[in-house]
């Protein structure tokens, strides 16, 4: 047993530094990540196991059920929320409105994400794939 | 790979069951608190538990506490979230293996470690189901998340590791 080893690991040593920069550079990165992603979009594609399902008109307000699927998207003020979601987290009703291409609401229970399209409005509202 | 460093088949058994028991009652008990927290925050609580036994017992039984905690998961929370947790799991593991036997990192380094790399692997699996990079949208909030609570698991399993290590040494 090395145990004498142990009762050293309970102040800090150089390589915690080695890590907190390491994790300093990892937000940062994925903060640009982040910042260069393209501008607004003007539809709300919904994806099942990565392939599109439907595409919602961001501007027109409405509410989407997906009933086959367990969650329902609601289109307001041109952004767009999971309101309700058959799966057990829940982390992607928490995840709340996005309106930018950068952001992205995943049910992984369900398999499905929403994120922002298009970069030109049309007068089409739905489009069920 | 040999499990068991102790004399006593019996002491092993019973020490990696309780292990192995707490890990997964600690995961359901944090189901508990996620509903209070942001979208896909999770304190971690079972890498107290996988930290304590790779210190104090050895890594092959951290390894496999590791795997039957996401059995757990697979059991009672359905097919993604047991692959979600096997995918966060093996890179904490590795990491924090390779932190205790390589470097001389306290245990809030080793935690945060953990923690970080258990987000990238299930931020990068959730890109997989999902197929979309952008899925890493949800990956700044879990990252600084992920050193907050690396921190407090971190600092639990240095005040437990040296209690338990001097109790099993005479397993």
Known sequence: MKAQVSS???????????????????????LIFRSIAEPNGSLAAVFFNGEQIASLSLGTDGVYPFDEYGVTVEVTNRSVRVINSDCPDKICEKTG???????????????ISVRIIGNTDSNIDVVLN | MKLNPFKSAAGYVAITGIMLALAAALTTLESLFSAFLPAGVRIGLANIVVLCAAECINAPTALLITLLKSVFVLLTRGFTAGVMSLCGGLPAFAVTIFMLKK??????????SGAVLHIFGQLFAACFFTGSIYTLYYAPLLLVTAVASGFF????????????????SRL
């Not at chain 2, 470097?103 to 945060?112: C, L, P, R």
């Open chain 2, 103 to 112: 470097t001389s990192a306290s245990y809030i380094g080793i935690s945060v």
């Open chain 1, 97 to 111: 409105f996005i309106s930018s291409s950068a952001q992205t609401i995943v049910c992984l229970p369900n398999r």
């Open chain 2, 153 to 168: 698991t971190g600092a639990v399993s240095g005040r437990i590791s040296p209690l338990l290590k001097n109790r099993i």
């Open chain 1, 8 to 30: 050293s690991r309970r102040t800090f040593k150089p390589s915690d530094i080695v890590i907190a920069v390491i994790a300093a550079a990892l937000l940062a990165a994925v």
